[in-house]
């Protein structure tokens, strides 16, 4: 898919979903949002590459973590991920961090002014919260983010394996990372608004690769989740049914 457009590109005049019809605007946005799977499609190999470096990293340490980093959308998307590996997967709490623009109050509200991150804050954060034998995935979907850059650029001298999943062309987080993971996605149909299709291709993007890392991990087994977390009664009904099928096999 030849893009050569970025999530700041203005949409065309026939794609002003603010003078079209509801019908007309609702499948413009979907085909708009489809392109996102184009975009990943185009970057399985990055992909693959990271999830092979993320299995190798965590499994030759217990102590090794999986932290995410992001601001605004991104740390939201992000977070999302993050928070389902401990009960679908079994993987460790203590084994997961997230570093947020603006902290966890920015989840649920917008912190202004929060992703301006300086050089030396940037540094004493890393110091508390990465180590060398941590794994570090940064999202940023123009990929210049000062926050996502400035943590990915010190969590790799450090010698944490870093991973930048961004949305447009020769970023500065493409070019500080170990793995870059371009997710070229293009015209946002609200131009700029990246909680359209530049976060829908982040989320999948994180699917597949916390997905099959845990499944690596031995977190899946016959396509079902053998290490799952029961923390409900529905969930405690499918766990039993998951073990009664894993045993008549």
């Given at each position: 898919?030849?893009?050569?457009?970025?999530?700041?590109?203005?949409?065309?005049?026939?794609?002003?979903?603010?003078?079209?019809?509801?019908?007309?605007?609702?499948?413009?946005?979907?085909?708009?949002?489809?392109?996102?799977?184009?975009?990943?499609?185009?970057?399985?190999?990055?992909?693959?590459?990271?999830?092979?470096?993320?299995?190798?990293?965590?499994?030759?340490?217990?102590?090794?973590?999986?932290?995410?980093?992001?601001?605004?959308?991104?740390?939201?998307?992000?977070?999302?991920?993050?928070?389902?590996?401990?009960?679908?997967?079994?993987?460790?709490?203590?084994?997961?961090?997230?570093?947020?623009?603006?902290?966890?109050?920015?989840?649920?509200?917008?912190?202004?002014?929060?992703?301006?991150l300086s050089n030396e804050n940037s540094k004493i954060i890393v110091k508390n919260k990465i180590?060398?034998?941590?794994?570090?995935?940064?999202?940023?979907?123009?990929?210049?983010?000062?926050?996502?850059?400035?943590?990915?650029?010190?969590?790799?001298?450090?010698?944490?394996?870093?991973?930048?999943?961004?949305?447009?062309?020769?970023?500065?987080?493409?070019?500080?990372?170990?793995?870059?993971?371009?997710?070229?996605?293009?015209?946002?149909?609200?131009?700029?608004?990246?909680?359209?299709?530049?976060?829908?291709?982040?989320?999948?993007?994180?699917?597949?690769?916390?997905?099959?890392?845990?499944?690596?991990?031995?977190?899946?087994?016959?396509?079902?989740?053998?290490?799952?977390?029961?923390?409900?009664?529905?969930l405690e009904k499918r766990k039993k049914i998951i073990e009664n099928k894993l045993n008549s096999?």
């Amino acid at each position: 898919m030849k893009n050569n457009n970025t999530t700041e590109t203005l949409p065309k005049f026939d794609q002003y979903i603010d003078i079209l019809d509801n019908d007309t605007a609702l499948s413009l946005m979907l085909d708009n949002q489809a392109e996102a799977i184009d975009a990943i499609r185009e970057s399985l190999p990055s992909i693959n590459q990271a999830v092979t470096k993320i299995v190798k990293t965590l499994s030759q340490n217990k102590k090794s973590k999986l932290i995410y980093v992001g601001a605004g959308t991104s740390g939201r998307i992000a977070v999302q991920d993050g928070v389902e590996l401990y009960p679908t997967f079994g993987w460790p709490k203590k084994n997961i961090n997230f570093i947020i623009a603006g902290g966890y109050k920015a989840l649920t509200k917008s912190i202004e002014g929060a992703e301006d991150l300086s050089n030396e804050n940037s540094k004493i954060i890393v110091k508390n919260k990465i180590k060398n034998i941590d794994v570090v995935i940064g999202l940023a979907a123009s990929g210049s983010t000062k926050f996502t850059v400035e943590i990915i650029k010190h969590a790799k001298a450090i010698g944490a394996m870093t991973i930048g999943i961004s949305n447009n062309k020769n970023s500065i987080l493409e070019k500080t990372c170990d793995i870059p993971i371009l997710l070229n996605t293009g015209m946002e149909i609200v131009a700029g608004s990246t909680r359209l299709k530049a976060g829908t291709a982040q989320k999948i993007c994180l699917n597949l690769i916390s997905t099959l890392v845990m499944t690596r991990l031995g977190n899946v087994k016959n396509g079902m989740m053998n290490n799952m977390v029961v923390t409900n009664q529905k969930l405690e009904k499918r766990k039993k049914i998951i073990e009664n099928k894993l045993n008549s096999i």
